[in-house]
């Protein structure tokens, strides 16, 4: 029993945090089936404990009930004896019986009130036995009694018998008739030795049957260390293995701190980044406007000096034309010059 104390002690025991529970799947139907099969270990342990108690409390009747018949066979065995002994004439008093017949009633009351108070102290769950005892003890010393008294009145005729100095056969028919009549002959006691053998009989029967309950019980029990220790085993691989992805998810946590930081850099350089891209781009936007402007500008520029320069084709054609036409005709003309200067002066005038 304490190991298997120690046992559920070691399975009360938080085995590991519930962050790492998560790590392994199938933690949480593993610690369902652990607390199942201690309920279970619980119920048992408990149902053990009642039938110890039963048990016990047999045991304490059959103990009760064997010193009672002892007490009883004794007493009457001795009340015979008496009854013997007055049949033969032996002087005896008669408060020798009622004497003894007190002494039953107190030794039995001795006996049976304290083991009454240690079944109902043990088995609180049954309190008809302790009632049945308390009735058998109240029984008791009324059948001694009336028993005694019998014998009293036997006793008393076979004195008178005896004092007269024959047996006086009236005096024996009238006490016979009495005794008939007034106190009939006692088969209680009798009755009550069958009825407490009875109880004996019952009480062996129950202690055989508590006592095949308690093998069938022994062996849930060591069925139930032998899952245990299963369990205690299985519980020690998933600690291990549960240390072991702690350690590895401390690893992943530092080396997730150091991607934290790098990611925190490039986070950094990105927005660095982001904001020389943002000038660069409202700098182009500005470039690429005067460009289109000089662009626009260039092609007017363009456009009229493609203008000059088609009417300056043209006039040139128109030039060309007419100087041709004039080296032409001049080359065409006959040209007669003077023979003389004084023709040419004339030709001047």
């Not at 002494?103 to 083991?115: G, Q, T």
């Not at 028919?173 to 009798?190: I, L, M, V």
């Not at 320069?309 to 005709?329: M, P």
Request: hydrophobic share 30%; proline share 4%; aromatic share 4%.
């Amino acid at each position: 029993m304490e190991n298997t104390d120690e046992s559920q002690a070691t399975l009360e025991e938080p085995l590991v945090p519930s962050m790492e529970l998560q790590l392994v799947p199938g933690a949480e139907d593993l610690s369902r089936k652990v607390e199942e099969m201690l309920l279970e270990k619980d119920k048992i342990l408990e149902e053990f404990g009642h039938q110890r108690a039963k048990m016990k409390e047999l045991y304490l009747q059959k103990d009760v009930v064997v010193i009672v018949l002892t007490r009883l066979s004794q007493r009457r065995d001795l009340l015979s004896w008496y009854s013997r002994s007055n049949s033969s004439n032996t002087p005896v008093t008669e408060e020798r019986p009622v004497i003894l017949a007190q002494e039953d009633a107190e030794v039995l009351r001795s006996l049976v009130i304290p083991l009454e108070e240690e079944i109902q102290v043990s088995s609180p769950v049954k309190p008809t036995t302790g009632s049945e005892v308390s009735q058998h003890r109240d029984q008791s010393p009324q059948r001694l009694s009336v028993s005694t008294k019998v014998n009293t009145r036997s006793l008393s005729a076979n004195s008178l018998s005896s004092l007269n100095g024959s047996p006086d056969k009236t005096v024996k028919q009238d006490t016979d008739s009495y005794n008939r009549n007034e106190h009939p002959e006692p088969a209680e006691g009798c009755d009550m030795c069958s009825n407490y053998e009875a109880q004996l009989v019952r009480a062996q029967q129950c202690s055989r049957d508590m006592e095949r309950q308690l093998g069938v019980s022994e062996r849930t029990c060591e069925r139930l260390r032998e899952d245990l220790g299963k369990e205690s085993t299985f519980r020690k691989e998933m600690e291990e293995r549960w240390s072991q992805k702690k350690e590895e998810h401390k690893a992943q946590v530092a080396k997730g701190s150091q991607v934290w930081l790098q990611v925190a850099e490039l986070k950094k350089q990105m927005l660095l980044a982001e904001n020389e891209m943002r000038d660069l781009r409202n700098a182009f936007q500005l470039l690429h406007g005067e460009v289109l402007e000089r662009l626009n500008s260039l092609s007017n520029q363009r456009e009229q000096v493609q203008q000059q320069l088609v009417r300056l084709q043209e006039e040139n054609d128109q030039l060309v034309g007419k100087h041709s036409v004039a080296a032409e005709t001049l080359q065409n003309e006959r040209i007669d010059f003077p023979d003389t200067v004084e023709v040419r002066s004339l030709s001047r005038q």
